[in-house]
């Protein structure tokens, strides 16, 4: 066991909650990924400690921004839940790894997620205070994409949505476009990664896929499938 996580395991033992920020606070980002994987690994292990652990994360996030390390792990909807608290604090939403993705950007092209949580993280727009997460929606990676032409992009999914989460994307959508302007040039590489997946033959003019597209571009699906097929 790594000496960070012993130390960790000790002060939480110990209920020194003060010692466990501080000793999170001492350490380099190597050790702090670590800490909090073993964090949510002990969340997820007991329900009944689900709400301390949670709460712990967040109040050592409050003191120190997530590492940028950890962005790439927090991919699915559990991981998402869990530190969305923490993720409010120093910026987190918004935070970009060594391949300026986002949390969005990882969340929504996971190939692994068969429905990101569209619908979740529009409530969170709704509900509470996250400007964070709305400069999260406009930040563009080292592809000059956002989290949702990431999604367009890389999530081989095209099956359809559920209604609630497809008008869930559509807000995200809107959401997006007050913030930046479309770029079409982005429109093509996305067309052109779509046509190297597997599913590429649902794409026809039902397809969410490319209604999404079509509505995020102000175009007709016809001039989407034109450029599929080009």
């Known amino acids: 066991m790594e000496p960070c996580i012993s130390a960790l395991i000790t002060l939480i033992k110990q209920q020194d909650i003060a010692a466990v920020y501080e000793l999170y606070e001492n350490s380099k980002e190597p050790d702090n990924i670590l800490q909090l994987k073993f964090i949510y690994q002990s969340a997820q292990q007991n329900p009944q400690v689900y709400g301390f ?3 712990l994360c967040e109040q050592l996030a409050q003191r120190k921004a997530l590492p940028t390390g950890l962005i ?3 991919n699915d909807s559990e991981r998402f839940n869990f530190f969305t ?3 409010k604090h120093n910026g987190g939403f918004s935070q970009k790894n060594a391949q300026g993705n986002t949390v969005l950007h990882v969340l929504f092209a996971n190939p692994n997620n068969i429905l990101p949580p569209f619908n979740y993280i529009r409530s969170l727009l709704l509900f509470e205070s996250n400007e964070g997460l709305i400069q999260a929606l406009q930040q563009r990676n080292q592809q000059q994409l956002t989290a949702i032409e990431c ?3 890389y999530n081989p999914h095209l099956s359809a949505l559920p209604r609630h989460e497809l008008s869930a994307i559509l807000a995200l959508i809107e959401a997006q476009a007050q913030l930046i302007s479309q770029q079409s040039q982005v429109l093509a590489a996305i067309c052109k990664r779509l046509k190297q997946c597997n599913n590429a ?3 026809d003019s039902q397809n969410h896929r490319v209604l ?3 509505t995020t571009y102000n175009l007709t699906t016809k001039e989407v499938l034109s450029l599929l097929s080009a």
């Open 53 to 55: 652990y949670q709460d």
């Open 72 to 74: 790439a792990g927090i």
């Open 85 to 87: 608290p923490s993720l």
């Open 151 to 153: 999604y367009f992009a």
């Open 201 to 203: 033959t649902k794409l």
């Open 212 to 214: 999404l597209l079509a």
